[in-house]
């Protein structure tokens, strides 16, 4: 029908949209690339980050890794984190 070829061509437009998407963060070459901003606890950080990032960092080349320790409230949205590790109860939502 008319409308499953329009449908169609959107479609491969937003697949190609999303490859190119992908290919800008490396995802095309398999590999993590650029910088990780990672935040947790200082003492998670210590016993159980550090110890595991020189393998890490080896593994994966052309990735670097900017670890955030803090004890306190982090605005992960103002501190440009892409990961947070927290522990403890959740308040309810």
Not at 8 to 18: D, F, G, T
Not at 67 to 87: H, K, N, P, Q, Y
């Amino acid at each position: 029908t008319e409308e499953g070829r329009i449908f169609h061509a959107e479609a491969e437009r937003a697949l190609e949209a999303v490859a190119e998407a992908e290919g800008s963060v490396g995802r095309r070459k398999g590999r993590a690339t650029g910088t990780l901003r990672l935040a947790c606890a200082e003492v998670m950080g210590r016993l159980h980050i550090l110890p595991r990032l020189p393998r890490f960092l080896a593994e994966n080349p052309e990735l670097s890794v900017d670890l955030v320790l803090s004890d306190g409230f982090t605005d992960l949205i103002e501190e440009g984190i892409d990961v947070a590790i927290r522990a403890g109860p959740l308040p309810d939502s």
